[in-house]
């Protein structure tokens, strides 16, 4: 096995810093009641900000700093969506917390052209998630943890070179895995002059036994491969929902698109890995606290793709056209993103003698910017529907491709001639001239199933007006008689 392993040291920072596009200083507080800097950014360190200060200190040195607490919840929950997300790389994925993943790749590299393109596109697209780790391989996981953290980029993929690795790294990654080893192990070893695992190797293992040191044994024989090290592996969601709290409120919809194109590639990295797309997924609103009078209000957006589709440019455009529809009401603290039913995906159907470079139209996604621009609503079609009457010979149906409002079989159209310009209420007109009258009379009589007020008794023409027109117009059968233009032909 051939492991991955992918560590987010600031994780607790980059769980809000993902979401910004601005660089405005930012600072991660510890639990209360100290509250004290945890992590900062380049920005806030930049003006003298660093972990273990104060809150008030920090706010001293930069005034405009922006503070949050640590969020374990966060931070977990973004550990899960990578790990979603790494799903197109390997399905063997297993969480290493509390800042790493381990990818099992040894049959992906095939498929990714080796070792080196698979960590270079591991590490290129990690970016397009917001997120910033470093990346080793080994034979181990616990090894590949510790050479990520200690050894950033290193690449052993034989057990033969897993100890020249490892000897050189620090006692330090003793204490970083699933049984670190405790405090006081790592002082005795120090005391006895161990500086690195070169060292510990050494030293007698019953000595290290005598002296309740056998965590530290357990670890370097899972790291050096002298005893299995089994993983529990990740389970991908079936319904795919991601969270992303932005770092400051805000109604600037360009703010709002850039945490959006954060969420939809944590969503290309999920139907990547089921070879799916969606027809359909929600964008949900989370409103500052205490809009509306109380807190939690947020405002879903269905955003109907018009095709199945897995492109993110245009979940995204489809996404900008919803956002600025209408004026946000109320600052946004957090974007959410929901999706579920993905379909598989076929592959796409190419002509070998294609003649129009593929240049085609997508009129899926022009109905979906259309209703996304308009409204859902907005956007209708016309069908026919089997009824005489005129009023109720036709209806409104969806446009989409899935809709089946559309009639499944072929119509009984009229042998007469039928305006395209139907007026909605017949216009009463006086007697036409007989020389006028150009065909007819067809008489039309139903409607008796749906009561008096829905029947119709009616005798039409087609008939020339003054203005030369070609017009449909009718007669009634019942008293008083009188007659009516109902249409205009092109």
Do not use: K
Request: proline share 11%.
């Amino acid at each position: 096995m051939l492991w991955c392993a992918l560590v987010l040291p600031d994780l607790a920072l980059q769980v809000f810093t993902r979401g910004r596009s601005e660089a405005a200083p930012l600072a991660i507080l510890g639990p209360r009641p100290q509250l004290r800097v945890v992590a900062a950014d380049s920005t806030a360190m930049a003006c003298g900000v660093e972990p273990g200060m104060g809150r008030a200190s920090a706010l001293a040195l930069a005034p405009g700093l922006h503070l949050r607490e640590r969020a374990p919840a966060l931070e977990r929950a973004a550990l899960i969506d990578i790990a979603t997300w790494a799903g197109r790389f390997t399905s063997s994925i297993s969480l290493d917390p509390p800042d790493t993943l381990l990818l099992e790749v040894q049959p992906s590299l095939r498929l990714f052209g080796g070792l080196t393109p698979l960590c270079t596109r591991i590490g290129d697209t990690l970016g397009e998630l917001g997120f910033v780790g470093q990346l080793a391989v080994a034979p181990t996981p616990l090894a590949a943890r510790w050479l990520a953290r200690c050894a950033p980029g290193s690449q052993i993929d034989t057990h033969a070179g897993l100890a020249s690795a490892l000897d050189p790294l620090p006692l330090a990654v003793l204490a970083d895995g699933a049984e670190p080893a405790t405090p006081a192990s790592l002082d005795l070893l120090t005391g006895i002059g161990a500086r690195v695992l070169a060292d510990v190797r050494r030293l007698p293992r019953s000595g290290l036994a005598r002296r309740h040191a056998r965590a530290v044994t357990a670890q370097l024989d899972r790291a050096y491969a002298r005893i299995p090290d089994p993983r529990p592996w990740f389970v991908p969601p079936e319904r795919y929902v991601a969270r992303l709290p932005l770092p400051a409120p805000t109604d600037q919809v360009d703010t709002l698109l850039f945490g959006v194109r954060r969420l939809l590639a944590g969503l290309s990295g999920w139907l990547d890995a089921r070879q799916a797309g969606l027809e359909r997924f929600t964008l949900v609103l989370e409103y500052e606290r205490h809009y509306q009078g109380h807190e939690g209000y947020e405002e879903p957006h269905e955003i109907v793709l018009g095709a199945l589709s897995q492109d993110m440019a245009r979940c995204q455009l489809l996404a900008r056209e919803h956002l600025t529809r209408n004026p946000l009401p109320a600052p946004v603290d957090a974007l959410r993103l929901e999706a579920d039913n993905p379909n598989p995906l076929t592959p796409p159907r190419t002509d070998l003698f294609d003649g129009d470079d593929g240049q085609q139209g997508d009129p899926g996604l022009l109905l979906a910017t259309l209703r996304a621009r308009l409204g859902h609503d907005a956007v209708r079609c016309l069908a026919p529907h089997p009824d005489h009457r005129p009023e109720r010979a036709w209806r409104w149906i969806d446009p989409s491709p899935t809709s089946n409002a559309a009639p499944t079989g072929p119509l009984d159209l009229p042998s007469s001639p039928r305006p395209l310009w139907l007026l909605a209420t017949p216009r009463p007109i006086a007697r036409p001239a007989a020389e006028s009258l150009l065909t007819g009379p067809e008489r039309i009589e139903a409607g008796w199933w749906d009561g008096p007020a829905a029947t119709i008794n009616r005798d039409y023409f087609v008939a020339r007006s003054h203005d030369d027109c070609l017009v449909w117009i009718f007669q009634e059968r019942q008293p008083p008689h009188g007659w009516f233009i109902h249409g205009y032909f092109n």
